[in-house]
């Protein structure tokens, strides 16, 4: 158990419509990270937050958008979906600003989400 | 720019064999280098990680992997396969203790034939 907590594990939508996933980091991380995974695309980083300011962003479309909030927790929210969309979306939290080697990654075990 | 790629997307190995999965690395800065494990239904789980000093690291489970600048490579190994080895595998590579992107390999697919 990775103390990272990601609801719902499942997620089924259609298209053009928004959802929010939810992310609730290791007790003591400041920094929260989201991540894409699909079959075409792989794991693809999205955005950071620490301490509840954007640190970092990748490759993330203008219809995503996250924010951490004051007890750490974050949220993910992606509207006007599309069928590409569909995706294992993973949380992960570390207790520091970077992504470097004193401080790796604790990842949650994801949402699934279905744009059908 | 940093990026990682694995080569071979899909390994088959027989229980008991040597488990090898190949990573190639390129950074503008030294590296710090990761492999994580991915189990079915499941999250990332860091196997071992680089960052400076001794260039063989060992890490859980058995695996270890060996940093070799010389070849911008970073393969895992394993001398004795279990069935529970049999899961997803991803190198990944951020710039050093400061770097805030880690970006992974494709990943590679390993199944354990008894």
């Known amino acids: 158990d990775s103390g990272v907590t990601q609801t719902p594990k499942h997620l089924i939508t259609a298209t053009g419509q928004r959802v929010t996933l939810r992310c609730s980091p290791r007790?003591?991380?400041?920094?929260v990270y989201w991540y894409q995974q699909s079959l075409d695309q792989g794991l693809q980083f999205l955005i950071q937050?620490?301490?509840?300011?954007?640190?970092a962003k990748g490759n993330i479309l203008e219809r995503f958008s996250a924010q951490q909030f004051p007890d750490l927790h974050s949220e993910l929210n992606l509207s006007s979906l599309e069928l590409g969309d569909s995706a294992l979306y993973f949380c992960?939290?570390?207790?520091?600003?970077?992504?470097?080697?004193?401080?790796?990654?604790?990842f949650g075990n994801g949402t699934r989400l279905t744009v059908t | 720019a940093q990026s990682v790629t694995q080569l071979g997307s899909h390994v088959s190995v027989s229980e008991g064999a040597l488990v090898l999965l190949r990573c190639n690395y390129s950074s503008s800065v030294p590296p710090y280098l990761f492999w994580y494990v991915q189990y079915p239904n499941q999250g990332l789980q860091l196997l071992l990680k680089?960052?400076?000093?001794?260039?063989l690291v060992k890490g859980i489970n058995g695996f270890e992997a060996e940093f070799k600048k010389s070849e911008t490579s970073f393969h895992l190994t394993k001398p004795s396969a279990h069935m529970s080895d049999a899961a997803e595998y991803f190198c990944?590579?951020?710039?050093?203790?400061?770097?805030?992107?880690?970006?992974f390999g494709g990943g590679t697919r390993v199944l354990v034939k008894p």
């Open positions: 990944a590579v951020t710039q050093g203790a400061a770097g805030n992107k880690l970006t």
């Open positions: 992960a939290s570390s207790d520091s600003l970077g992504q470097g080697g004193n401080s790796p990654l604790h």
């Open positions: 937050y620490y301490n509840g300011e954007e640190r």
């Open positions: 680089y960052t400076t000093g001794a260039t």
């Open positions: 007790s003591g991380d400041l920094s």
